[in-house]
C-alpha cells in the first residue's frame, strides 16, 4: 500500500534525514543532495529524481560532467531495488529509470490552457507526478532555499503546482527556509512597522525584508550633506 505523503527533498536544512520528522512518508530527494549535501549517506529515499541531461546539452552542461560524483553513485546503486527516475534509461546505471513524461503531460492535457506544459524545473514534474500517483500531502524539504532572481524565474512553475495541488484538496507543506512558504504579511492589508526598520532595510509585497541598497546610498549622501 502507497503511503499518503511524499517528501521532495532538494537540499539538506536539517542533522537528520527529512523521514525523522515523516517516518511514514517516502522520500524523492532531487539531483545531486545525495553527494553534494550528504556525501552519500542518505540512505533511506524511496526514489530518485534527476531529470537533466547526462550528456551535455546546449542548455546544460551534462550530469556526467556538472556532478561527475553524483553519477558514480547512480551507476553504484543496484537494479531493482529503488528507482533513479532520468530523462531516459542509461544503461551505465543499473537502477535508472525513464521518467513517464508522457503519461504525466497525457493527464494535465485535459486541462487544457497549457497545463500539460507548466513544467520549469524538475520539482515540477515530481510534483505533478505525485499528484498523479494519488499522494494526499507533499512536503517541500529543501526546496526553494537559493533565493537569487534567477534561480526563482527558472523555478517559478513550483507556484503553479502548489496552487494546482491545494485546489484538488491536497496537502502542500513547505519547510523553511523557503521562498515558497506563505508570506509574512497579507498583500493590502497589513504592513511592517516600517517606522522600526534601520536605515535602508525594506519590505517587500510579501511582507519580507530586503536591504535597499540605493536608499541606504542615497541615505548616507543626505548624512554626508548635513555634516559639510
Known sequence: MRPN??????KRISD??????????????????????????LDDWTAWFDLHPVEPMPYHPGIKQKRPLTYLWYRQQPAGHRPIFLLDHDPDIPASVAFPRADVQAVYARYGDGADRM?????????AYALLLGYAHIVLDGIG?????????????????????RASGVRVEVVAPS???????VYGYETAPVEALPPGVAVDSN??????????????????????
Open 5 to 10: 505523503a511524499v517528501i521532495i527533498h532538494g
Open 16 to 41: 537528520a534525514s527529512p523521514r525523522a520528522r515523516y517516518p511514514a512518508a517516502e522520500l524523492w530527494p532531487v539531483g545531486g543532495v545525495g553527494v553534494n549535501d550528504w556525501g552519500g549517506k
Open 119 to 127: 513544467f520549469t524545473c524538475q520539482v515540477d514534474w515530481m510534483m
Open 145 to 165: 532555499v537559493k533565493n537569487t532572481p534567477t534561480h526563482r524565474r527558472s523555478h517559478e512553475g513550483i507556484w503553479y503546482w502548489i496552487g494546482f495541488a
Open 179 to 185: 521562498y515558497h512558504c506563505s508570506p509574512a504579511l
Open 207 to 228: 511582507g519580507r525584508l530586503y536591504v535597499d541598497r540605493m536608499a541606504l546610498r542615497r541615505q548616507r549622501l543626505v548624512e554626508k550633506a548635513l555634516k559639510t
